[in-house]
């Protein structure tokens, strides 16, 4: 270990998918009005050439909202396959290679000696020499997660080198390349739009809908919020009435707003938002730059209950009591409109591109007695406080929950109640709702009955939510207590999994001479707890095995150096709570 520094991270850094789908949407074009984005002129724009030899279209642009986070890079198509060549941007050195069923998939960092690093994700393949460099560390601590960082000038690159194939490796739903563009000192990720690549955009980012919020006390955000289609009239878009009114002294806005570029039909991410109040700039995001410690305050940044309930994506233009993210160069009163006044107050948004297309929204509110209401706050078992420590407790004890400090974006109405059991494990807890933001993980402690002591340490909390249901990985058993941890409200109950995971080879490899196949793949499939390690022998000796989480797959490919004749393969893979399934055979090649 003398030249480089290594580590190797177990997957669930950043869980992240990406959806290339093609939607049919009404759309508004007309004549291009140029933002100014003065700025951006900070990053250099002719040092780093394309990643890919071919006219780039985008799946996905930067800052784009996505599940518990922003997007950190361009997605490019790859004209629906695998296998293209991915080529250096710049001269420089490899700084890190990665491996992993999720995420990013294989992933190359090169870092540049002008002081940002490239990122290149779910690809399909290393070039020889790094291929061969992740091998030698696979091999060695025995596993395909790999996450290496290298010395500089261990492997140098040079501008247009081809350094890898591009693929559909880790959280990608088709094959597209997933680039970034990072500042090496703070990691920040940067929006590569920025760097001077061509991407044909001479469309309007779409504005589709405003939403309107109450703001109660400690700006508590009301239940009910009104929602109004965006009609484009003349230049700019307009609501069906041109003054709101509301029952209600402060208020707060929403736009659900995307971009298209020129040569596909994705819903993109939008560059900046504005809004004015009587013509003050009064808030503004902007996706030049994040840092990935802030990057789950999208959660505080979306209307999150129009994102869990109907799968919308509102971005709130006010700014939630504990939204700490940096990326609202220009807030006035944290966006709140204040209505005391009874007078008729212009709102006006605008959604732009990094091309500079605008769109723009104009409508009027007021307060008004008559006016709409957005409902009272709802009845609550206990208050929690966003910035404090808390604990709560039911009446028989059979759950504790811990709530950290900063654990909200708000304050929360929190409700709790006890449901007949659903298997003889013990109760079923609903923990508040699913679609209220949690930002930090809360401790959870559910006390299991009827299971025997034997069966104790296999035993897991199930989450339900809106989402689907999950096995939460058990950290701890004391007594009779199952103790977990979770980012999401929903509801709780305890199973025991004491079934193994499944393995299915796609083919009867047993007593077969394989000589012309250059891999083996076996399906594997867990309930409950999940697939936790996978390890592969052939002769007794640890093989690579790769694991492609999304189609539950393990593939072998077969080494070089594997000698002809007869050999034993052998496959073991266990769940969260070691259950260990073993799958053997012999072949011949
Ligand atoms: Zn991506």
Not at 314 to 329: D, G, Q, R, S, V
Not at 376 to 382: A, S
Not at 433 to 442: G, L, R, S, Y
């Given at each position: 270990m003398k030249n480089y520094n290594y580590l190797i991270i177990y997957s669930l850094f950043i869980l992240f998918s990406t959806t290339i789908g093609i939607q049919a949407h009404h759309n508004c074009f007309f004549s291009t009005e140029k933002a100014l984005i003065s700025d951006v002129d900070t990053f250099p724009k002719d040092y780093f050439r394309s990643p890919l030899g071919i006219p780039l279209v985008l799946a996905g642009t930067f800052g784009e909202l996505r599940s518990n986070h922003f997007h950190s890079g361009i997605d490019i198509k790859t004209q629906g396959k695998s296998g293209l060549n991915i080529y250096g941007v710049a001269d420089g050195w490899v700084s890190r290679i990665r491996s992993s069923p999720g995420g990013y998939g294989k992933a190359l960092y090169i870092t540049h000696p002008n002081g940002y690093t490239t990122v290149y994700g779910h690809l399909s393949e290393f070039s020889d020499t790094i291929g061969e460099y992740l091998k030698k560390f696979q091999y060695e601590y025995e596993s395909f997660e790999i996450d290496i960082e290298l010395e500089p000038n261990t492997i140098k690159i040079k501008k247009g080198e081809i350094v890898a194939k591009s693929g559909n490796s880790g959280g990608s739903s088709a094959p597209h390349l997933h680039y970034e563009i990072r500042d090496t000192k703070t990691e920040h990720a940067l929006n590569p739009l920025l760097f001077g690549i061509k991407v044909k955009d001479t469309r309007k980012p779409v504005v589709e809908e405003v939403a309107i919020y109450g703001l109660g006390e400690k700006e508590y955000i009301m239940s009910t919020r009104h929602k109004y289609k965006c009609q484009l009239k003349g230049k700019v878009h307009k609501l069906a009435?041109?003054?709101?009114?509301?029952?209600?002294?402060?208020?707060?806005?929403?736009?659900?707003?995307?971009?298209?570029?020129?040569?596909?039909?994705?819903?993109?991410?939008?560059?900046?938002?504005?809004?004015?109040?009587?013509?003050?700039?009064?808030?503004?995001?902007?996706?030049?730059?994040?840092?990935?410690?802030?990057?789950?305050?999208?959660?505080?940044?979306?209307?999150?209950?129009?994102?869990?309930?109907?799968?919308?994506?509102?971005?709130?233009?006010?700014?939630?009591?504990?939204?700490?993210?940096?990326?609202?160069?220009?807030?006035?009163?944290?966006?709140?409109?204040?209505?005391?006044?009874?007078?008729?107050?212009?709102?006006?948004?605008?959604?732009?591109?990094?091309?500079?297309?605008?769109?723009?929204?104009?409508?009027?509110?007021?307060?008004?007695?008559?006016?709409?209401?957005?409902?009272?706050?709802?009845?609550?078992?206990?208050?929690?406080?966003?910035?404090?420590?808390?604990?709560?407790?039911?009446?028989?004890?059979?759950?504790?929950?811990?709530?950290?400090?900063?654990?909200?974006?708000?304050?929360?109405?929190?409700?709790?109640?006890?449901?007949?059991?659903?298997?003889?494990?013990?109760?079923?807890?609903?923990?508040?709702?699913?679609?209220?933001?949690?930002?930090?993980?809360?401790?959870?402690?559910?006390?299991?009955?009827?299971?025997?002591?034997?069966?104790?340490?296999?035993?897991?909390?199930?989450?339900?939510?809106?989402?689907?249901?999950?096995?939460?990985?058990?950290?701890?058993?004391?007594?009779?207590?199952?103790?977990?941890?979770?980012?999401?409200?929903?509801?709780?109950?305890?199973?025991?999994?004491?079934?193994?995971?499944?393995?299915?080879?796609?083919?009867?490899?047993?007593?077969?001479?394989?000589?012309?196949?250059?891999?083996?793949?076996?399906?594997?499939?867990?309930?409950?707890?999940?697939?936790?390690?996978?390890?592969?022998?052939?002769?007794?000796?640890?093989?690579?095995?790769?694991?492609?989480?999304?189609?539950?797959?393990?593939?072998?490919?077969?080494?070089?150096?594997?000698?002809?004749?007869?050999?034993?393969?052998?496959?073991?893979?266990?769940?969260?709570?070691?259950?260990?399934?073993?799958?053997?055979?012999?072949?011949?090649?």
């Open positions: 009435e041109d003054t709101l009114k509301f029952n209600a002294k402060n208020i707060g806005v929403s736009l659900k707003t995307y971009d298209r570029q020129d040569a596909a039909s994705n819903k993109n991410g939008v560059y900046t938002i504005e809004m004015k109040v009587d013509s003050v700039l009064t808030y503004e995001f902007k996706m030049k730059s994040f840092s990935f410690f802030e990057t789950r305050y999208l959660n505080a940044h979306v209307d999150y209950k129009e994102r869990i309930n109907n799968k919308s994506w509102y971005n709130k233009c006010f700014i939630e009591p504990a939204n700490k993210l940096n990326n609202y160069p220009n807030i006035k009163g944290k966006g709140i409109i204040d209505l005391s006044d009874k007078q008729t107050h212009l709102i006006e948004l605008k959604s732009t591109d990094v091309a500079g297309n605008i769109s723009e929204v104009k409508f009027w509110v007021k307060q008004d007695n008559t006016g709409k209401s957005f409902g009272n706050p709802p009845n609550c078992t206990q208050m929690l406080y966003h910035d404090l420590p808390q604990e709560f407790t039911n009446d028989d004890n059979s759950i504790i929950i811990k709530f950290p400090e900063n654990g909200f974006y708000n304050d929360v109405f929190f409700q709790y109640e006890k449901q007949p059991n659903k298997n003889k494990y013990g109760a079923t807890h609903v923990v508040h709702e699913p679609n209220t933001a949690v930002h930090k993980a809360f401790k959870l402690s559910i006390k299991s009955e009827n299971i025997p002591e034997l069966l104790l340490p296999k035993a897991v909390i199930v989450q339900d939510t809106k989402k689907g249901v999950k096995a939460l990985v058990t950290k701890e058993v004391v007594g009779q207590y199952i103790k977990s941890a979770s980012r999401e409200f929903g509801t709780f109950y305890i199973d025991v999994d004491s079934i193994a995971p499944t393995i299915k080879p796609l083919y009867d490899y047993n007593n077969k001479n394989l000589k012309k196949y250059g891999r083996l793949r076996f399906k594997i499939e867990d309930e409950l707890s999940g697939i936790n390690t996978y390890k592969g022998y052939i002769d007794n000796k640890w093989v690579l095995v790769e694991y492609d989480a999304k189609n539950n797959l393990l593939i072998h490919y077969f080494e070089k150096d594997l000698k002809a004749g007869k050999h034993e393969f052998e496959l073991k893979v266990s769940d969260h709570v070691n259950n260990e399934k073993i799958y053997k055979f012999t072949f011949t090649r």
